[in-house]
């Protein structure tokens, strides 16, 4: 090997070698960092970790509300008159109450699509006529189309399962006897 060569080959060696050392000098901070990092963490634990966890607690019931306020808020099929669109009473008082009287967060008005265009749109024309006609605080509640109907029964079913619940209530009746084990009220009177 001749002189120029050595030299190369030493050159080579020092330059791969101040790599080396530069690299591992750069993940020896990096592992100090981390300890700092680490250190900090493990003594300010468990506050890094609530405000995620709470969040995270908290989220379901979130989307739990607003898809109740979304079902609440919508302007069914029974709250149109079939064929033209055009709100019923019932319908109207819905708008008024949602647009005077929801929490100023919740007032969106959602709008069940009708079966044509056309019905959707007379659908969306006669709630903006109810909602223009109605004095509110602040901005005017969005208006919404939603494909999401909400369940609903008739007055008739809904009567009827409180009648058969009522009628199977027991009689009130009191006790015979004490919880100490003398005679009660009904009794020996």
Do not use: C
Not at 54 to 78: C, S, Y
Not at 158 to 167: S, V, Y
């Amino acid at each position: 090997m001749n002189a120029q060569s050595r030299r190369t080959l030493a050159l080579t060696f020092a330059v791969t070698l101040g790599g080396i050392a530069d690299h591992a000098l750069a993940d020896w901070h990096s592992f100090w960092h981390s300890v700092h990092v680490d250190y900090q963490r493990n003594n300010a634990w468990p506050q890094p970790f609530t405000d995620d966890s709470m969040r995270q607690t908290v989220a379901p019931f979130d989307m739990m509300k607003q898809n109740g306020w979304r079902l609440h808020n919508t302007i069914g099929n029974e709250l149109f008159r079939d064929g033209d669109g055009a709100l019923l009473a019932s319908g109207q008082n819905r708008v008024r109450w949602i647009a005077s009287q929801a929490p100023a967060d919740r007032r969106v008005v959602y709008v069940l699509r009708g079966r044509t265009g056309a019905e959707t749109d007379a659908r969306l024309a006669s709630v903006r006529a109810t909602l223009a006609s109605v004095e509110t605080n602040g901005p005017s509640p969005q208006l919404m189309i939603t494909e999401i109907e909400p369940t609903t029964a008739s007055g008739a079913w809904a009567t009827q399962i409180n009648r058969e619940w009522l009628e199977a209530q027991p009689v009130p009746k009191l006790p015979s006897t004490s919880s100490t084990g003398s005679e009660g009220a009904t009794e020996g009177g």
